[in-house]
């Protein structure tokens, strides 16, 4: 049983399903990254992940403990797994320190002055010290993206989930944001990311699922699944984009 683990886990939109009876269990200080083609399902598992997304059938849990059961308050759950989007969805009226310190504030019910020196040491930590006091959109793209994985940081979450976070950028940008990932993986932290990024998921991730049609498809390491995958959807898809 890994930290998070999701059993037989089934979600449909309507009459369309979308997520096929998953099995996935993610374990403690890994890196987890899903591909496969959009409409494939990845980013419908990560909102199950986080409790976005309500699940028909299966259980999601999180240390053991059942996430996913009927009436649970989701939002100690959303606490300890962060999530980052494709689209910033900075508050353009608020400067980057301000925008990171904001969850904190509301939902810890920390002062500014508390938040001050850990908030400073995580845009130190990321090369953005210069860049706290400016507002989004005297930010590029990348910084823009490394300011919302702050956010999501700032709530010292257990498990990170990255949604497509570099899709949006302009290729000269995704290095600044996958560096981050880098720093992020070095220091132990749980994520699982859904990407395009085949040479960052070969060279870091632990564990590669592809996904298609609301199926893991096929799951390994890095080296048997871009080397020398099973299935010849996993080979169609691989073929298409390396």
């Keep these: ?11 449909s939109f ?18 987890t990254c899903l591909i496969g083609a959009s409409g494939s399902g990845k980013s419908t598992l ?19 403990q059942d996430i996913s059961q009927p009436g649970l308050d989701p939002q100690p759950i959303r606490q300890r797994i962060g999530i980052v989007f494709q689209s910033y969805n900075l508050f353009p009226h ?19 002055a508390e938040l001050q020196a850990p908030v400073t040491a995580l845009f130190d930590r990321f090369g953005l010290t210069d860049r706290m006091d400016r507002y989004p959109d005297q930010l590029s793209g990348g910084q823009q993206q490394r300011v919302a994985i702050l956010r999501a940081l700032a709530m010292q979450p257990q498990i ?5 976070i570099t899709s949006a950028l302009d290729p000269e940008l995704v290095g600044e944001v996958l560096d981050v990932l880098r720093q992020l993986r ?19 991730a632990d564990r590669v699922c592809f996904l298609d049609q609301g199926r893991i498809a096929e799951e390994g390491r890095p080296a048997q699944v871009f080397g020398n995958p099973r299935h010849e959807r996993t080979r169609a898809f691989l073929h298409r984009v390396l």
């Excluded at 309507?14 to 890196?31: F, H, K, N």
């Excluded at 990560?46 to 999601?60: F, K, Q, W």
């Excluded at 070095?186 to 870091?204: I, K, Q, S």
Aim: charged share 25%; hydrophobic share 50%; aromatic share 2%.
């Design 46 to 64: 990560l909102r199950i992940m986080n409790l976005l997304e309500p699940i028909d059938e299966g259980a999601v849990l999180l240390d053991g």
């Design 94 to 112: 608020m400067t980057a320190a301000e925008n990171v310190m904001l969850a904190p504030r509301r939902i810890k019910h920390l002062s500014r």
């Design 160 to 164: 990170m989930l990255f949604d497509e």
């Design 1 to 11: 049983m890994g930290l998070l683990d999701l059993q037989g886990v089934t979600k």
């Design 186 to 204: 070095d220091d132990g932290m749980t994520m699982v990311l859904a990407t395009h990024e085949m040479g960052f998921a070969r060279a870091l």
């Design 14 to 31: 309507g009459d369309t399903p979308v997520i096929r009876g998953i099995d996935l269990a993610i374990d403690e200080g890994s890196l």
